[in-house]
């Protein structure tokens, strides 16, 4: 029937519209909340100086926490093809900031007082403040040049200082895992192994670094690609 072919046709665009404004949707929340983040911890540190390095985690860490929960929604995006993207470079970005924000800060309470929490919370707002607003124009087909130039450039300087940062703030809770024996088990089976968890925190730190060169190399190509896109245009013009 003609109706029931028009209603066809009309189908794959309302879903393409329903996934478009979904991304824009969670780009702009996940912006939001990492705007209010940096704004929040350059406003504490003009008000109060080092004094607000100390208490980050207990004033901001409630709100980095769900932007980082939130952020798992992004492997799910890959997975099911709403969001075109490699996945291992998606999934070490996540995967990394989580573990470092619940297992090592806020499951030691010891740790959230470091001033290298203030250290990385600023480093990962610096970043994701440009990275969600130039995602969410993306969505809709926007691209505004000096934004797009500060996303495929900014993270040269700051991915390797958050990864360091990160190292960092894994060295300084081996003490606290060592005394308290948090997530330190022996491991069930015939031959009972026990499994010391700082001994995986270190291990993790190499996995942070090859993992760093396979996020790196996805971040280069990407700069790549936009700069050949500018190339194109500025030719065409």
């Known amino acids: ?19 478009i404004w ?38 901001i860490g409630a709100v980095m926490c769900f932007c980082q929960l939130l952020s798992i ?17 998606r999934f ?5 900031r989580n573990i470092i924000l ?9 740790m959230q007082s470091k001033h290298v929490v203030w250290a990385l919370f600023s480093l990962w707002g610096t970043l994701d403040v440009m990275k969600y607003p130039y995602r969410m124009l993306s969505v809709i087909g926007t691209d505004l040049h000096i934004l ?19 190292v960092i703030a894994i060295y300084q809770s081996l003490p606290y895992f060592e005394a308290l024996g948090t997530y330190s088990f022996l491991l069930p089976g015939p031959i009972a192994m026990p499994i010391h968890f700082p001994y995986v925190l270190q ?9 760093m060169y396979s996020i790196c190399r996805q971040l280069y190509e990407e700069l790549r690609q936009n700069t050949r896109r500018c190339t194109i245009k500025v030719k065409q013009n």
């Open 1 to 19: 029937m003609p109706g029931d072919q028009g209603s066809a046709k009309e189908l794959p665009h309302t879903r393409y519209g329903l996934k």
């Open 22 to 59: 979904y991304l824009f949707t969670y780009n702009l929340i996940q912006f939001c909340g990492y705007s209010w983040i940096s704004t929040n911890i350059t406003a504490r540190f003009l008000t109060f100086g080092e004094d607000s390095l100390v208490d980050t985690y207990h004033s």
């Open 73 to 89: 929604l992004e492997l799910i995006h890959v997975l099911t093809g709403i969001e075109q993207s490699p996945f291992l470079p």
């Open 92 to 96: 070490l970005q996540v995967t990394e």
């Open 102 to 110: 619940f297992v090592v800060i806020t499951s030691q309470e010891e």
């Open 148 to 166: 797009s130039w500060i996303h495929h450039h900014l993270w040269i300087p700051l991915f390797p200082s958050i990864v360091l940062t990160e």
């Open 203 to 211: 291990l993790y730190c190499v996995i942070l670094v090859v993992g």
